[in-house]
């Protein structure tokens, strides 16, 4: 029979993980009572969710904020609910997806005819839709109108494929944690703490204490303490420690009071009112937290974008005159690409080969490192994003091939690619070189000699409709220097930083062949092989969960995180519009890529000439202390500005944290970095914080299980892979998985089981 067991769960983090934490504990302690029978998984536990910022919407999806902030998923592609089918072991719980949920929503407030509702009615066919024991969860939790009256417009408005905004989302995590805290057994207290923890120590048990293996004090920031038998930790997007450059923009910040620095966050917590009105601003970032910026410092600031067919991106900005003018960088120089338009949501990718590679080394049950990604899962996924590329496009376009579609497939299964570093695009090229012979040359009738495969004449600037050029987006602006490079070698003037085309110019063009790829949806040849390569991301972190991957596949895992990120990650349609209308207002000029940015103080004499000969204004050349940024894209020219925005986030990294709870855990040794061993025998120390992956117990830094700190999120991304993606129906979520499997470990220690574990 089990010991008498703990009797309190705290839960710090109550974001969307800690809301579907709460979930299994309560399906978990359900299936023990079951199990167990008598008054087993029936004795009084205490469970604590403990937040620093709002509960149930965490940081990221505070209710109140700016409305002009969105999703970067599509309205009917997440739920927080547990699905019939899952891989999961405690009771499925099922409940409505966001898009499911603002239509219940709607139709509620209609049918009480609540205040504001009139005018945005749901739509038939969504309501139609939604299965009857969606409803049923709805309709036993209905959720407080009044604080949704200001969303019905933004409801009345979505499809399945909108993006809504991020303080909608706050809303629907919390309606999801008022459900999930009605599904807990009645023996189960809930007590909800506003503060934060800086501290988690271990206690010795108190004599007579329940269960007798000691407890954990949490203590706040402001000196309150609360006693834990258990305690698990839902990492978000953990700060790290400055870097060695950010320490040195710091110290530069507080020497030159006149510089202003938003270093790198979340941008609901970046100081975007500190940026003066129509300044120059330097910015580093092309990805999301680069529109979200960009959105702030527009929209927010009283600009207004309208509709205007007749120019390139529909759009025409109506500034405000409170608006910055940004210039922009990144490592790779080029916006992250706009989300496809299929109409609903995005297909379901086929990934044939990668599929059959997943299957084989699961049967094979590999462990640590030892798993050649460049071997066996690279060469899959390069292939099946050129056979998706070239079915669509045969599909589509059939006039630009010649010979047998099933003859091109075995072509491209016949490349043996080579272990060279993918960033130099030998393997690419064999790809391109494979399926030469079934291309039609332009402008050649079918049947003519194919053209060399990556020739200037068969692909044009960047990608044709004829090859698949994914490397293109490893470093966009080499496709730019080479165009640079031929427009001087024209006039005999190379080196000079005259002639050639613009690069502001030159990505906005490309940024219009973007959209229109956008429009196409699932026509699209370019965008179909792009989402094979996204979509192998997940499948892939998932293979190479616990460090099953050889360390030396680095450059093949860089060009599918890289090309996928670029291709998957990027803005909605819309914010790729805002962007080229800006820079057709002349309020966006891009830099280039990797670029360095230093501090300098400059007086008059010294800051006029560089300005005059790079036909810089403003504060690129005023004097004085500047940041000044230059990019060897733009080699012959500086930009300088007293306002540095940092528009992206460091991904979590628990070997060097940021935030004082992590410092002290690591610095207790409560946690540690998880290691890995390659082929070669070299020890690599990953980001991540070592656990263990059936329980989410921590491993401590002599090596042995903690018993009663846990850990889930954002933070294990390296040990457990996909830990960022937001739970999608019909896709068994990870995210919903690791808290089924840590919600079990916890209902089952608190209930005297966990000898058994």
């Known amino acids: 029979m089990p010991d008498a067991s703990p009797r309190s769960i705290a839960v710090v983090g109550a974001g969307p993980r800690g809301v579907v934490l709460v979930d299994r504990i309560g399906a978990a302690l359900e299936m023990l009572a079951g199990e167990l029978g008598g008054h087993h998984g029936r004795e009084p536990i205490t469970l604590h969710l403990i937040d620093s910022r709002e509960i149930g919407a965490g940081a990221v999806w505070e209710t109140d904020q700016t409305r002009t902030l969105c999703m970067n998923t599509l309205a009917a592609a997440v739920t927080l609910f547990t699905e019939h089918g899952a891989t999961i072991t405690a009771p499925v719980r099922v409940g409505p997806n966001m898009y499911e949920w603002m239509h219940l929503v709607l139709e509620y407030a209609v049918r009480t005819d609540a205040p504001g509702i009139e005018g945005h009615a749901p739509r038939p066919e969504a309501l139609a839709a939604i299965p009857e024991a969606h409803r049923a969860v709805f309709e036993r939790t209905p959720p407080d109108l009044y604080e949704l009256r200001c969303f019905y417009p933004e409801m009345a408005e979505s499809l399945p494929q909108s993006h809504p905004s991020r303080a909608l989302y706050g809303q629907y995590i919390r309606w999801a944690l008022h459900v999930h805290l009605g599904g807990l057994p009645e023996n189960v207290h809930v007590n909800v703490i506003g503060g934060r923890v800086t501290a988690i ?20 920031d402001d000196g309150r303490e609360l006693l834990a038998d258990l305690t698990v930790v839902t990492g978000g997007w953990v700060h790290t420690a400055p870097t060695t450059e950010e320490a040195a923009l710091a110290r530069a910040v507080e020497e030159y009071p006149g510089l202003v620095w938003l270093p790198p966050d979340s941008p609901i917590d970046q100081d975007f009112a500190a940026v003066p009105d129509g300044a120059e601003v330097l910015v580093r970032g092309l990805g999301m937290g680069f529109f979200d910026a960009m959105a702030l410092l527009t929209y927010d600031r009283g600009g207004v974008f309208e509709e205007t067919p007749g120019t390139r991106s529909g759009l025409t900005y109506r500034p405000s005159g409170r608006e910055p003018r940004l210039l922009v960088a990144s490592n790779r120089g080029y916006p992250f690409l706009p989300k496809s338009d299929y109409g609903g949501l995005p297909p379901k990718p086929v990934l044939r080969r990668l599929g059959a590679v997943v299957a084989t080394c699961n049967a094979e049950g590999h462990e640590v490192g ?52 993918v960033d130099a695009k030998r393997d690419f090229s064999l790809m391109r070189e494979a399926v030469a012979p079934f291309v039609v040359p332009v402008g050649a009738e079918e049947g003519a000699e194919a053209v060399e495969a990556g020739s200037a004449e068969g692909r044009g600037a960047r990608q044709s409709d004829r090859y698949f050029e994914p490397d293109f987006l490893l470093h966009p602006t080499d496709a730019y220097a080479e165009a640079v490079r031929r427009a001087q070698a024209e006039v005999g003037r190379p080196g000079d930083a005259q002639p050639g085309p613009d690069l502001t110019e030159w990505i906005a063009q490309h940024l219009v062949d973007d959209l229109a790829h956008v429009a196409l949806g699932e026509d699209s040849p370019w965008r179909a092989g792009l989402w094979e390569i996204s979509a192998a991301r997940r499948v892939t972190s998932l293979l190479g969960a616990g460090g099953r991957y050889e360390p030396d596949s680095k450059g093949p895992i860089r060009a599918v995180t890289g090309i996928g990120g670029m291709a998957g990650s990027g803005p ?8 080229l209308a800006l820079i057709d207002a002349g309020l966006v000029t891009f830099v280039g890529a990797a670029p360095v940015v230093a501090v300098e103080d400059r007086d008059d004499a010294e800051a006029t000439g560089p300005a005059e000969a790079t036909g810089a204004s403003g504060a690129r050349g005023a004097s004085g202390p500047a940041f000044v940024m230059t990019s060897a894209t733009r080699p012959h020219e500086e930009f300088r500005s007293r306002v540095l925005v940092d528009a992206w986030m460091h991904t979590p990294d628990i070997r060097r944290p940021g935030e004082q709870l992590w410092q002290n855990l690591l610095a207790s040794g409560r946690i540690r970095p998880f290691t890995l061993e390659s082929a070669a025998g070299a020890v690599v120390t990953l980001g991540s914080p070592e656990v263990d992956p059936a329980t989410g117990r921590v491993v401590r830094a002599d090596g042995t299980r903690d018993s009663r700190l846990h850990l889930v999120g954002i933070p294990l991304v390296e040990l457990l892979g996909d830990a960022m993606i937001s739970p999608m129906p019909g896709s068994d979520p990870t995210m919903l998985r690791e808290a089924d499997r840590v919600g079990i470990a916890l209902a089952r220690a608190a209930t005297g089981l966990e000898a058994e574990l």
């Open 370 to 421: 030892a798993i050649d990604y460049a071997a066996r899962v690279w060469p899959a996924i390069l292939a099946d994003a050129f056979e998706a590329y070239y079915r669509t496009l045969a599909r589509v376009s059939p006039e630009l091939l010649r010979g047998s579609l099933d003859d091109l497939v075995a072509a491209i299964d016949s490349v043996t690619l080579t272990r060279a570093d």
């Open 201 to 220: 120590e271990p206690v010795e048990a108190a004599a007579g204490h329940a269960g007798g293996a000691g407890r954990d004090r949490l203590v706040f």
């Open 572 to 579: 909605p349609a819309f914010r790729t519009r805002e962007l």
